[in-house]
């Protein structure tokens, strides 16, 4: 293997979720036409991940655990950092330096760590 394609996140509320990463991270949803899924893009398109409906029965699992998606941004981490604090997005801890650049995570409504790295040059 040398390369993920694409993800999928389990979620427990499908619209609450979509609703989430377009209105406040920003994610372009595509019209897919799946009721079961959204499709997002980001970073001008150079991303591509959905959130599903579960497969099975998820209630009473925790959702996230263990689960962290890296997304390289344009711009600075600090300005990212503005946009999430304005938006009311809890931020975990605060800017990092980390061998691949400097990041900033957040969590989703079920509990996914989502990591946003303004790659080093």
């Keep these: 293997m040398r390369r993920l394609e694409f ?27 799946n009721p079961e899924a959204v499709v997002f893009k980001y970073n001008k398109g150079e991303a591509s991940f959905a959130i599903r409906k579960p497969i099975g ?18 711009g600075t981490i600090e300005k990212l950092k503005e946009q999430f ?4 997005i809890p931020i975990l801890g605060g800017i ?12 989703d409504l079920d509990g996914y760590v989502l990591t946003f790295m303004q790659p080093n040059n």
């Design 57 to 74: 029965n998820i209630d009473g699992k925790e959702l996230g655990i263990g689960t962290s998606l890296w997304f390289a941004i344009d």
């Design 96 to 107: 990092n330096q980390t061998p691949f650049g400097r990041t900033l995570m957040i969590k």
């Design 85 to 88: 604090e304005d938006r009311k």
């Design 7 to 33: 993800a999928s996140l389990q979620v427990r509320d499908l619209e609450a979720s979509k609703d989430f990463y377009t209105n406040k991270l920003g994610f372009e949803p595509l019209e897919i036409g």
